[in-house]
């Protein structure tokens, strides 16, 4: 048995107006019926490609006909009509939002009439990809109110091509008919935008991420960037040391970058210009002791923007920040993908200021199409979207984009931080933020923690700061008439730094 059919119903009129900020069980129930459909198996029975309708006016069916009823679908169908069109021998999967629920259910009835071939599952998730790809894209050119240029024939032909190559069991000519299918999507990409289109994936490394999970981030299909405090890596040094090699492996590769540079995160506003500069300083040298080299690009996954950062980063010579928040609080934020971000003092430094998408909402890669055209239309040279994420939270449609890396980038390129902020264009986009824009929400949630004197211990710190600046000065005085020279202020910040961070963790 195969079937001869493939329709997708959808929640609107057409793809034009389908509501990208559906609640999340329906946009994946959406998405995976897009992949799902893509199946080898059901591609190579039915000799054509997946089709959409709207789910108000369902179309004339033929008999053995797979029917995907995502959730968003089930009350706008007539009444009865799922039951009519199964009396003809068609499958409908109903309301099913798990991508492995579905494909089972879509399965079992050919299985019921004979074995299937068995087919390499990595090859199943390529194919995948191409059905979210394919969806992503037709969203795209509609968003950018562009019309449908794709070369369907073509598409199904090489689409065809692949499913029964793989069924063959010929897995090097199937991916060669995928490459081709992937690069028809770029080709139409290309003809209403025919720059580059990158995506930025951000992975926020802190001390719940377990070794296990990060390594799972080093494959090759496509760069992640990580954003870390230095103390975590120093305590994964300790614990997990063929981790860090691992790490360093995959940075000398480019297969990885890392944002950050301080050693823990820490709020500017909430500590003393020397306390800052001391997290820096220790951040960057911890980087230097593992990896023989320290980020070019500054960011932090707490609260960590005020508005004199620009000048201090340059001093201590990053290329780059990030001028997003991962966590609470408010900052300004702006229309491009990448700013010249200028500080108090008139120094300017490259940032990027698009705001993430929640890589593990299945309503992010739906919104991930809106996100592309406002950057296509807004920025000057290259068009961005970064999804934000942390390494144990595992999705198909993150999945199914870093899949597509290794065939053709039609929806946009991975690449790291360091590649963004060199290949993008902010030179023309200055901007100057005050610092009241920036408000950070540490003082309440350490009030709301159950911790002791949540809101004081940064009083008393700068108040002990405060005190040893008064020593130094009487201790360099002293010290001057009597004709010595002694370094007491350096390591008596670094006792206090460490009675501070105890405190904090406390």
Known sequence: MTYNDLIIFIPSYSLEDLPVGMPDLQAASLLNAFAVAWHPVFLAGAQVLPRWHRAEEPPEVQ?????FVPEACAKRLPRDWIEQVQNRGCVVLNELVDREAMLHEALKPLEETGPLPEIDPELVADFFALGTCYLLMELLTRHMHYYNDLDEVYLRREA???AEAALARDAETAREHLRNGFESLTEGRERFYPIES????????????????IRRQLDDSAPVNFIVAARDLQQWQASAPELLEALDEAWKADAVDFAGGTWRDVVPMLVPLESFLWQLRRGLGVFRNLFGRRPRVWGQGQFGLSSHLPQILRRFGFEGALHVLLGDGTYPESDYGAIRWQGCDGSVIDAISRVPLAADKASSYLDLAVRLAESMEHDQSAAMAALFRRPDSETPWLDDLRRMQRYSPCVGRFVTLTEYLREADSSSRLSVFDASEYVSPTLQESGLAPTTNPISRHADHFVRMQKLRTVVWQSGVMHALKGERR??????LEEME?????????
Request: net charge negative; aromatic share 8%; proline share 3%.
């Open 487 to 492: 370094r007491l202020h350096r390591r008596a």
């Open 198 to 213: 990158y995506l930025i994936d951000l992975c926020l490394l802190d001390d719940t991420a377990t070794p296990d999970a």
């Open 63 to 67: 008999e053995r006909s797979l029917i």
């Open 498 to 506: 460490w009675l501070y961070a105890g405190r904090l963790e406390a």
């Open 160 to 162: 065809v091509s692949a």
